[in-house]
């Protein structure tokens, strides 16, 4: 029988182009010349989930009422241990956990599904650049239109709201931002979140905070996050994940947080199209939120000899690294002379190390590559050595 003529629909032939094929293959190449390829590209912790999550997510595993079908917007408990870890914070700010707390499955897909809820056809939003590619690709499944914000070093990555036309404020639906920053790993000052809230109201736009990276953080300063601001709820919600603060990212568990009617709206949608996620390992969310939070200090003490070894190595081989301030990133400025694309396909040619070039975060992110800090000190050391060889 001939099959079918499978045609893709137009939304997947407006997502940007995939800029990692090149490289991909390059890759293979350098892994079959046999070369120890060490890989700094994937954001993906290294380490294991604490042992007390683990046993948590066991033991309700084996309770027959955790096997049926969850409800989508979570249990209870679970967006009481969100709202508690938000007060926790003692920044003030008090969340009503069954109107103000919906789970997800893993923050990237409430991301992802989050213009489904707010954006009608030609809607702009409003997505920086260098940024996580899920907020353009969610705007554009929902037939938004994608207006590209330029974070910009001299504005400490920061979005400068007087640079961006009045028109476009007007017509902006939504605002992503993300802060500790993936890719950059800096932070936002409580001046910029007062000011966003400010262009917020003054133009309803609704503001998502991603802050998947708040408590990795270097030198003991505590990131601010939007929504231990006064007024953040007025104007927008947070997405906030397991992944990275418990190294939980094949766990799927995070939540959004903050304004009843944006969390309701997207709620709505995954009403419609999941049904929430596995009792078992929102036990194991409540266990972590709850629990001890030493595993997430000792997290930050690896992590923070990871960035001293990583900066002072870069720096000793001449390369120019955005001072990391949180996350577990190095944004590195290429050398003079080629393209980010360019440099990466070179160091991982003849250094065998993956890193991944900033074009990756859309057009803001060229000129520069990312590294990412999830291998221990040795091998950093010595992805760091190579690379300087073929400098
Ligand atoms: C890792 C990451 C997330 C979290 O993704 P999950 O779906 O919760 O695992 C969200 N935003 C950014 C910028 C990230 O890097």
């Avoid at 069954?98 to 997800?104: C, D, M, P, R, W």
């Avoid at 907020?135 to 961006?164: M, N, P, Q």
């Avoid at 944004?331 to 991982?348: D, K, M, N």
Wanted: negative net charge.
């Amino acid at each position: 029988m001939t099959p079918i003529h499978v045609q893709l629909a137009d939304r997947l032939g407006q997502l940007p182009p995939y800029l990692f094929a090149e490289l991909d293959r390059l890759k293979q190449e350098v892994v079959a010349r046999g070369v120890d390829v060490i890989s700094l590209g994937i954001g993906d912790p290294d380490l294991p989930t604490p042992p007390h999550i683990i046993e948590a997510l066991c033991r309700a595993a084996r309770d027959p009422a955790n096997h049926q079908y969850p409800s989508y917007e979570g249990m209870l408990r679970f967006r009481r241990a969100v709202a508690d870890w938000y007060a926790a914070r003692g920044t003030g700010i008090k969340l009503d956990p069954a109107t103000e707390v919906v789970s997800l499955i893993g923050s990237k897909e409430g991301i992802g599904h989050l213009p489904w809820a707010f954006v009608n056809p030609g809607e702009a939003v409003l997505c920086p650049t260098p940024g996580y590619p899920v907020y353009e690709a969610g705007t554009l499944f929902a037939h938004g239109e994608v207006v590209e914000i330029l974070l910009r070093e001299e504005d400490r990555f920061l979005i400068d709201y007087s640079k961006i036309p009045q028109g476009i404020l007007e017509r902006a639906r939504v605002l992503f931002l993300n802060y500790p920053c993936n890719p950059t790993a800096t932070c936002a000052p409580k001046s910029f979140y007062e000011e966003t809230i400010e262009v917020a109201q003054a133009f309803d736009i609704i503001v998502c905070h991603d802050a998947a990276y708040s408590e990795i953080y270097y030198d003991d300063q505590r990131p601010l996050s939007f929504l231990d601001l006064p007024g953040a709820k007025e104007v927008g919600v947070e997405f906030h994940s397991l992944s990275k603060t418990y190294n939980m990212t094949g766990w799927r568990l995070g939540w959004v947080a903050g304004n009843r009617e944006v969390v309701a709206g997207l709620g709505k949608i995954k009403t419609n199209i999941d049904s929430g996620v596995f009792q078992a390992v929102q036990e194991a969310g409540i266990t972590a939120l709850s629990g001890d939070q030493s595993c997430v200090a000792d997290l930050r003490a690896t992590y923070q000899r990871r960035r001293d070894v990583a900066l002072a190595g870069l720096k000793r081989i001449g390369l120019e690294p955005v001072t990391p301030e949180a996350a577990f990133y190095v944004w590195i400025h290429c050398p003079e002379g080629g393209t980010a694309a360019e440099f990466a396909a070179r160091v991982l040619q003849e250094a065998g190390v993956v890193i991944t070039p900033g074009i990756g975060f859309g057009s803001g992110g060229e000129g520069y590559v990312r590294m990412t800090l999830t291998v221990d000190e040795a091998r950093l050391e010595e992805a760091i050595e190579r690379i300087g060889k073929v400098m």
